[in-house]
């Protein structure tokens, strides 16, 4: 049905969206922290830089829109949609409040607020970054930010939001390095852990963006919520450490030479649910925009997704077509986004999702 209502509306989503984990910041280290994947080809104010066709919002807009989408996750709403959440945690095995601690959507703004502290336009975080002068390894990752720039630009794809406190943390962990933030009104304070909780809003975090449908064309389409606080679930998950890692593991990861190698080596992609580049054949093939693990961010993004939109479909928004037709693009895509099987992820056979986080380095690896 859902399917069928897709191939009949909607052909494409245009400006199809990628969401960068801290690993952009990895690739970016070759040319500086915050001339990486973090901004889109071909324009010198990511904030100016909406999809194409789609009307400009200032980072200060974007950084206003967060906040409204993080206070209505707060707010009661519609009693019906709240019901209808409800009913679909409890068909499928509670993971909704297994994930986010309770089937609502102010247990999953609890989830967010435990993660993300700080959402910060571009701007403000190279204001408040305090970056470590110790270089990394001029042989480790070789891959420059341009050959990753210019995957996205034939994808037509664009940065919503980067979890930039993980990736500092993983840069501080793997090199010994001291970035730290200097946090107003607190100082300087060092990159400890990765629920730090940093999130830059990237030029994709928009209020609209342009679809394509079958019989009317391409149309810019106001997005609801919805369809932005998955990508707040998202980077939230990005903070946790699940699992934790070892000095033996670092070593492992400080000798790769190639971001393959780095995605192949790194010994626990659950710290800091760390994507891989996605298959052959999926519209995003070679940008690290998918998940090889279970219950990563794209995990989490999906089952919030697919929550809100049982929500959608039962109040007082069932009616608006065009918004549940996106709602169920929007969970098509985030499955696609997770290359284990959704199957084997709610029938437990793959593990519940493990929500805890571990801060301290293990000397040795466990399993050894
Ligand atoms: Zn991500």
Redesign the pocket.
Known sequence: MVANLLEDIVVRALGFSF???GLALVLGMAVGLLTCACQPPKSSNPAQAPFSGAPPITAADSKSLVHSDLNEMAQPGDEREAEALRAYDQSHGGIFSQIFGGPSKAHAKNFIDERIKYFLTPEELKAWQVPSLQKQPQNWITESDSETEKKMTEKNAQVIAV?SGMGLWLENVIFGFNHALEIPGRGLVPVESSRIGVMMIGPGYQPSRPFEFKNEGVKVVATQPDYRQRTLV??AR?SDCTGGLSEDDLTIVRKVRSLKEFMERYPNLACG?I?VNCPEGHPLAGIP?CDRHPWG??SVDAIYSEGTLAAMSAGNRAGDHTARVIAEMQVLDSWSRVLVKKEGLLSGRLGQPDMTHVDSIRKHRTND
């Open positions: 969401k960068s984990s979890n998202h980077e990005h649910h994507h925009a961010a794209y």
